[in-house]
Structures are given as structure tokens and as C-alpha cells.
């Protein structure tokens, strides 16, 4: 007669799952995001299952109800109704520090759009000089820096960066308005 717990150990055995999102040529692996999602469900009702388990072995001392009715989920954890439809918690916000270097890059660029807008003396020959499209790309870097990283700033830094922005807009208006205007009363001499 065989042993049963041979028959247990010829039933135990284990399975390799190959859970690397990508294939050796770099292609998305099929079912590899399935997978995930599937298995991300699968914890948030594991969490849930602990989260009821917790809150019945410590009842709040509250008056007595009646029992709610059970809910059986997909893996066939039972969980109660309650907890089945409770949101998830929000987890607190916390805002990121400030960085040094962060303030140094928006400075730097916005350094060179000043320049080339004429606010700025060129170092080596010490006169003003008037770049619009120069000024133009520094001025939508630092806009394409900003839609980038929205969300991800301090408030000084957002501060700063929008600060910037704005002084730089409104000067390269000027300019554009004085070089347009410029150019009319040349055009007029000339004629």
C-alpha cells in the first residue's frame, strides 16, 4: 500500500514563471501586463482579507449590529461587505525638498534668454545683443520644464520656475513689440 505522504510529495512541486515584462529582442512579452494587473488584484484582496481579519479580532467597543452579509471574492476569500466596498486610503502627499541644483539649471537658462533678449551685457564685448528665436527656444525650454515636472516640485521651486517664466514672457513681448516697432519706422525712413 503506498505511503500518503509520498503522494503528497509527488504532488508538491514547483513552477517557474517567467516575469520579466520584456523578451530578449526588448519586445513587451505577451500577457506580461495581464500578469501584473492580475497580480496586483490579487494582493489589494489579500490586503483586504488582513485589513477584515484585523478589524474582527479588535472590534471597536460600539454597540452591536447586526451581522453583515459575507461576500465571497474571486479567490474565494470571504470578506464582508463593508470592507469589500471601503476605498482604499489615501496615502499622505509629501511634498519634495527644495534642490539647490534645480534653482541653479532654471537660473542658468534663464540667464541666457535674459542675454539674448538684451538685458544682459554679453561678458566679452561687454555690449547688449538682441536674439529673439535664441531667446524664444530658452524661454520653451524652460515652459517644456515646467509642464515636465508639474507635480513633482516644491512650492518654491514651481514658485521660481513660474516667477521666471512670467519676467521672461513679458520682456520678450517688449522686445518683440519695440523690434517690430523698430522695424516700421526703418521701413519709413527708407520710403
Not at 45 to 69: G, I, L, Q
Not at 77 to 89: D, G, I, R, V
Not at 154 to 172: C, D, G, M, P
Request: net charge negative; proline share 7%; glycine share 6%.
Amino acid at each position: 500500500m503506498p505511503d500518503p505522504k509520498d503522494e503528497h510529495k509527488q504532488e508538491e512541486s514547483f513552477r517557474v514563471v517567467d516575469r520579466r515584462l520584456f523578451t530578449a529582442e526588448g519586445d513587451l512579452r505577451e500577457g506580461a501586463v495581464e500578469q501584473a494587473r492580475l497580480e496586483e488584484r490579487k494582493e489589494e484582496e489579500r490586503a483586504a482579507v488582513k485589513a477584515a481579519v484585523a478589524a474582527a479580532a479588535n472590534p471597536p467597543a460600539a454597540p452591536a449590529k447586526a451581522p453583515e452579509p459575507a461576500v465571497i471574492s474571486r479567490d474565494g476569500f470571504t470578506l464582508s461587505a463593508q470592507s469589500a466596498a471601503a476605498p482604499e486610503a489615501v496615502p499622505p502627499v509629501i511634498e519634495p525638498a527644495p534642490s539647490r541644483g534645480f534653482q541653479i539649471l532654471v537660473d542658468f537658462i534663464a540667464g541666457n534668454a535674459a542675454a539674448r533678449l538684451g538685458m544682459l551685457p554679453d561678458p566679452q564685448s561687454g555690449q547688449a545683443y538682441l536674439d529673439m528665436e535664441g531667446a524664444n527656444e530658452l524661454i520653451d525650454m524652460l515652459d517644456a520644464l515646467r509642464e515636465k515636472t508639474k507635480g513633482n516640485l516644491a512650492r518654491e521651486e514651481e514658485q521660481l520656475l513660474f516667477e521666471v517664466l512670467r519676467s521672461l514672457k513679458l520682456s520678450y513681448l517688449e522686445m518683440s513689440k519695440a523690434a517690430t516697432q523698430a522695424m516700421r519706422e526703418k521701413a519709413k525712413g527708407k520710403a
